[in-house]
């Protein structure tokens, strides 16, 4: 929920790609509340689009009651603690899911989610979906991947040119529902007028590099929903070898009183069906 005198908007756009029969993704949004999700999911028998829509809407159903105008304007809420409850309880809802429905068992799912509050965005992250932030026309990836690669990165046992190359980069080393419990990353950055941030599943980040999509952003910054549309259509290009999502949130400055905000009662979902 941001403050007045600022417009956030929101655009989404989920892909099946080339190689894949199914969308196993969900992306989901609402500018009214800041509220931005994105979901890779896995399993066998279909099982990846059970758990990535089942981490969305559990995440947007935590926080329904808790981002509100009221609660907002009070001070009172931890946002950063709320987000992080509500990761965690999809992971139960996602994890009990796995092992009440033989169809599903072993499912699980990445996610990544922003919400704006006032001034400020905080970030949750779980898996090897990312969150980029588009600034002063340089792009930062502000998440670190749970995967197997990143961590031989860490540690010095590979190159980020060599990581590129490796045939275990997409070996993830978190997702909700494989566990009881699921470790959370939470943090938080201060916006500023022009930011864009970018949600995205790993069938954008390894197909397209970070200059193409700073190059697009840069060309198509007033106009996100455009943007988000070639952002897919390049990974297409490029082989398109898994499913591709993308969800963009600006941070604009609000001209007129009735462009403060988004006035849209619905929330946007895709599941990629």
Known sequence: MISEGLKLVIHGVTDVGRNREHNEDAIAWD????LALLADGMGGHNAGEVASALAVDSVRTSLAEVVTPEIVASGIVQF??????????????????????????????????????????IFAHV???????YRGNELQQVTSD???????????????????????????TRALGIGEAVEVDICEDSTQIGDIYLLCSDGLSDMISDQDIALILFKHSGDIETAAR??????????GSDNISVILAAVYRAYTEDTVIDDSTTLEIDRGE
């Open 146 to 172: 749970h995967s197997l690669v990143q961590e031989m990165i860490d540690n010095g046992y590979l190159s980020q040119e060599e990581a590129q190359l490796s045939t275990s980069r997409n070996l993830i």
């Open 230 to 239: 070639n952002l897919v259509d390049l990974a297409n290009e490029k082989g």
């Open 31 to 34: 500018s009214r509340t800041g």
């Open 80 to 121: 950063g603690d709320a987000l992080r409850d509500a990761v965690d309880f999809a992971n139960q809802e996602i994890h009990e899911q796995s092992h009440e429905r033989p169809e599903c068992a072993g499912m699980g799912t990445t996610l990544v989610a922003t919400l704006f509050i006032n001034h400020s965005v």
């Open 127 to 133: 898996g090897d979906s990312r969150i980029y932030r």
